[in-house]
């Protein structure tokens, strides 16, 4: 039996709400396996903990997660800047992995969506560096072309791995010449190395239009970090909400795995998140963790749930609490065979 230690930090908001439906999975997707378990070590972080401590992020969180396996995070609310970025930046997971898929029986604009943003997470406007003054403002965009060709490797490995065809990188060079057009060389150097994959270059605003026009022809879409974060939130407006979104944070060692969404203040309380998007990102989990056995199992559990209908949330057209869809995935997993 393989024992993970997961860093889990519930947050603000839903997060708390999405964190226990995800920990209940987890338990009986170890229950049914067999050969996982998992050791949650809950931490604290984001607005409550602000409130309590006067720190968003405690001393301490960050040196437990990082003696974690891995770590599963939620949401923050206003002190995400202070919690995900330095968690992000302090542990270099450059990688911004974002998949949008459409499962079954999720109200989504197209049928036929099924991509990966590859979202640069350490450079960019994301670095906070900059300043103030009564009136004026900088925020200074940093690319560099070690963090650009890492993050283009990984995208055209993930496409080879994952048997996809082509690499789309969206930038906008023809205006930021400076950190684009580095971003974009880069990009081009590591397709050359890549041959077996389709490369191709788009400028930002005319991919967030063709997005909704016509999804189905994206692939792996390679970019920087704030483009990465815009044009995600918009795919996973395509395939159900940002209930249905995932991703992962991801480093040479180190990962954190966390739905899109935020805290979501509008329903925060009522007990009616969507815990697919925290679920699915326990499945990337799972898959970095090479537990390939239990990541499909967990997926095929949502899809049967999903695909039955019966305890959906409001997001999704039904009428179901946020327990009733985790219970419903922790029964099928139940009686899975491994
Ligand atoms: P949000 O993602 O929290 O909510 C946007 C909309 O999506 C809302 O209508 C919400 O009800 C809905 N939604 C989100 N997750 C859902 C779920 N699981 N099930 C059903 N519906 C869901 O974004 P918003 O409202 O812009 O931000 C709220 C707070 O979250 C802010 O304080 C922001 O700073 C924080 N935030 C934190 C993030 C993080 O922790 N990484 C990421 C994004 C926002
Ligand atoms: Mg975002």
Not at 93 to 99: H, I
Not at 275 to 302: C, D, N, Q
């Amino acid at each position: 039996m393989t024992r993970y230690s997961i860093a889990a930090i519930p947050g603000d908001g839903i997060g708390p709400e999405v964190m226990e439906a995800v920990v209940h999975v987890l338990e009986a997707l170890s229950d049914a396996q067999g050969g996982v378990c998992f050791d949650f070590v809950e931490l604290q972080a984001g607005d409550g903990a602000k409130a309590e401590t006067g720190m968003a992020l405690p001393p301490g969180t960050l040196g437990a997660v990082e003696r974690s396996d891995a770590c599963l995070f939620a949401a923050v609310g206003e002190t995400a800047k202070e919690v995900i970025l330095p968690l992000r930046q302090g542990l270099d997971l450059y990688v911004n992995l974002r998949p949008a898929k459409v499962y079954p029986n999720v109200p989504h604009a197209r049928g036929d969506v099924d991509l990966v943003i590859v979202r640069e997470n350490t450079e960019g406007l994301y670095t906070r560096i900059g300043g103030r003054g009564p009136d004026w403002g900088v925020s200074l965009r940093v690319i560099t072309r070690r963090g650009s060709e890492r993050i283009a490797r990984f995208a055209f490995d993930l496409a080879e791995r994952e048997g996809r065809r082509r690499v789309t990188c969206v930038h906008k060079a023809n205006v930021l010449d400076a950190t684009c057009g580095l971003f974009v060389e880069a990009c081009r150097d590591v397709a050359a190395e890549h041959p077996g994959i389709e490369y191709e270059e788009m400028i930002v605003d005319a991919c967030a239009m063709r997005l909704i026009l016509e999804p189905e022809r994206f692939d792996v879409v390679l970019t920087t970090n704030m483009f990465g974060d815009i044009l995600s939130d918009e795919a996973a407006g395509l395939i159900g909400g940002l209930g249905m979104a995932p991703s992962g944070n991801i480093g040479e060692g180190h990962a954190i795995f966390e739905p899109v969404h935020g805290t979501a203040p509008d329903i925060a309380g009522e007990g009616v998140a969507n815990p697919m998007a925290m679920i699915l990102s326990a499945r990337m989990m799972l898959e970095w963790l090479e537990e390939r056995e239990a990541a499909a199992a967990l997926e095929e559990a949502v899809v049967e749930v999903l695909r039955e209908g019966k305890t959906l949330t409001p997001d999704l057209g039904g009428s179901s609490g946020t327990g009733e869809g985790a219970a419903s995935v922790s029964r099928r997993l139940a009686q899975k065979e491994f």
